[in-house]
């Protein structure tokens, strides 16, 4: 079985986790503000928005690495 | 009879009709109450686990918190997405064991996985006692909004009694179908209240979002970073318990068990991408409670802030409206909450613990039972304790995460062991209740159940290093 699907799809799932936890620290800040929002705000909004492509980007890697693995009952 | 209350008791009201409505013509057996018949597509799969993450608590808790806190309140934003990212690897393999063994709860999957029925009686007994408060809390959640939304014309008890009596009612003939129906009717109000105010509001004051949040940063502008208006809500503890609570959310015995609705592990899969977008309302309550904080500062409860807002600023039939929402969005996770109390009790303690030869009619017929005691015993706690749950419901989340090293790594890793999930579970529950009862959380500027589980985890994979693997030929 090709391992490189999963591989690639845990390292985009793993992008929300750097974002919205462990970068936490340095975007503690009001500035810059973008579309009105303080750049606090602005940033965890951003990655939650971004977090369904990502997640559709990983599925895709396990689609196209890993057929017939995943989804046998359907 | 004002027209809030009109809009208030019709919507309970056809909410229960449809609940009932939707088990019509369905021949119940257990799977089907439970799970639905392993039937849902991905639609009805969204607006369940929709149902089960936007409660009362968000609705009232997301705004007080915008108020009173300030930032802190940004890791409700963040623990959903993380969760949902997680579920994108979790509940598809999930799936495909609870599809391949037939399970129906959380504790099904313990007594497979590590084949040991005193292990799934102890995950049984400590979800129930996760649920009750969880179930308390929206209860009075309900008769809270109610309350304030009629303007005090139905009391809390007479709304919480009424809205319960029918979720029992639906509960009881549909099962879980009844609840992913109702929780469409709860998803439409829900997002046209969230619309309207969260959009609203802003503007009606300052203009827009972006004026608001000017004046924000002009009066307090320590509001809007970590730790806010609080003394010990630093970025420790955000990440801490959004990490936290992120991995726990699917460990909460309902939304567990509700995964095992879905038609297919593709539809789980897929559902897993769409929901971070079911977020972006929290930002809009956000913006109810900042808006709150400019506006209404003399304000004290901070739970107050939403119905507050809208009380002063729009006309009482929209006011009845909020509350209508209000009360379907407690009821819809109440329904599924209590229908897995019951579940767990008959089919995890009292057929698994006692009477393995219990046929499936009578697990149903238990459960059944169960729904109609374990909802008058909440009631019970509401009317009369109205406060003393909230520190059993923190309690009850940092407990139910304590789930996670014995689900993810009895879905992934073959060598851990029942010995290494009973330690490390028992001591993570240990070390949780000991922090959160003699007042150390947040613990380290960490969050107590995060201490708990790194614990956990450790010792679980520890314990199992040491100790031999059942069989796989089974999982």
Redesign the interface.
Known sequence: MNKRGPKL??LF?AI??LT???A??LV???EP?I????F??FW??L???L??PL??A??LCEKKFNRGD????? | MNVALVIIFATIAISAGVGIFAGRRQKMNLENWTVAGRRFGLILIWLLMAGEIYTTFTFLGASGWAFSKGAPAFYILIYGTLAYTLSFFILPALWRVGKRYGLHTQPDYFIKRYDSRSLGVCVALLGVFSIIPYLQLQLAGLGFIVEVASNGAVPSHTAILLAFVLTCAFVYTSGLRGAAWVAIIKDVMMLAAVGVVGIGVPILYFGSPGKMFEALMAKMPEHLVFPGSTPDMNVGWVMSTALLTGLGFYMWPHVFGSAFSAKSDKIIKRNAIIMPFYQIPILLIFFVGFTAFLVIPELQNGDMAFLELVNRTYPPWFMGFVGAAGAVTAMVPSAILVLFASTLLAKNVYQAGFRPQAKEETVLRLSRILVLVITTFALFFAILFPNELVNLLILGYDGVCQFFPGVVLGLFWKRVTKSGVFTGLGVGIAIVAFLILTGRDPFLGMNAGFVGLLVNGFLTVAVSLNTKPRRLDTL
């Not at chain 1, 995943?70 to 359907?74: A, I, S, V």
């Open positions: 799809a845990l799932a929300p986790f919205l936890v462990f936490l620290p503690n800040r009001l503000v579309l009105g929002l303080p606090l705000l965890i909004l990655w939650v928005v977090t369904p997640l559709f990983a599925y995943e989804g046998g009952d359907e």
